[in-house]
Antibody, heavy 117, light 112 residues
Framework: EVQLVESGGGLVQPGGSLRLSCTASGFSFSTTWMHWVRQVPGKGLVWVSRIRNDGSNAIYADSVKGRFTISRDNAKNTLYLQMNSLRAEDTAVYYC??????????WGQGTLVTVSS | DFVMTQSPLSLPVTLGQTASISCRSS???????????LTWLHQRPGQSPRRLIYKVSNRDSGVPDRFSGSGSGTDFTLQISGVEAEDVGVYYC?????????FGQGTRLEIK
């Protein structure tokens, strides 16, 4: 069974940093591209970042470029999102998703990030 | 950037009726490899999204056959034939091949 479990969310002050993790199981993580997608509670889905299976070619939404870094450790079956210089508008639930045919087929339960003083 | 526009944004439906959701892209979604990477997702209240359809019309395992996707180029449709109570929630279309990856605004389906 495919499982994606996010962790690392919480309350952080504006300008602060946070690292999200996503632990994957039930599939071949090292051969799969992965994404981060976020959602302000009650609002729509917004794509954040994608990374290829070998850790190359990371791409980002303009809104987070230069502040967020996606990475992965295939030996640990874990995806990361390092978030720096956080802003109030980064407040959202962050989902880790698996890519299949350029499409997110499995989603984690999400982790809430709140940026507030 | 691609813009994905869904309509309607709110869709009240009677149980057993057929519901249709439209998704229009600002540019053709036909990729240079010949494929069209249009996806439909469903998010029930309080849950994570779930993929229903990928590459326009391919239904995921476990998705009831009352869900069907169609379309080409810039115009796509998700049809639910015989809406059931469990179908409530928000439906999103998205395009996943081009940067930035783009979601539609979402269509909220509710039971009348």
């Amino acid at each position: 069974e495919v499982q994606l479990v996010e962790s690392g969310g919480g309350l952080v002050q504006p300008g602060g940093s946070l690292r999200l993790s996503c632990t994957a199981s039930g599939f071949s993580f090292s051969t799969t591209w992965m994404h981060w997608v976020r959602q302000v509670p009650g609002k729509g889905l917004v794509w954040v970042s994608r990374i290829r299976n070998d850790g190359s070619n990371a791409i980002y939404a303009d809104s987070v470029k230069g502040r967020f870094t996606i990475s992965r450790d295939n030996a640990k079956n874990t995806l990361y999102l390092q978030m720096n210089s956080l802003r109030a508008e980064d407040t959202a639930v962050y989902y880790c998703t698996r890519d299949n045919y350029y499409s997110p087929d499995y989603w984690g339960q999400g982790t809430l990030v709140t940026v507030s003083s | 950037d691609f813009v994905m526009t869904q309509s309607p944004l709110s869709l009240p439906v009677t149980l057993g009726q057929t519901a249709s959701i439209s998704c229009r892209s600002s540019q053709s979604l036909v990729n240079s490899d010949g494929n069209t990477y249009l996806t439909w997702l469903h998010q029930r209240p309080g849950q994570s999204p779930r993929r229903l359809i990928y590459k326009v019309s391919n239904r995921d395992s476990g998705v009831p056959d009352r869900f069907s996707g169609s379309g080409s180029g810039t115009d796509f449709t998700l049809q639910i034939s015989g809406v059931e109570a469990e179908d409530v929630g928000v439906y999103y279309c998205m395009e996943g091949k081009n940067w930035p990856i783009t979601f539609g605004q979402g269509t909220r389906l509710e039971i009348k």
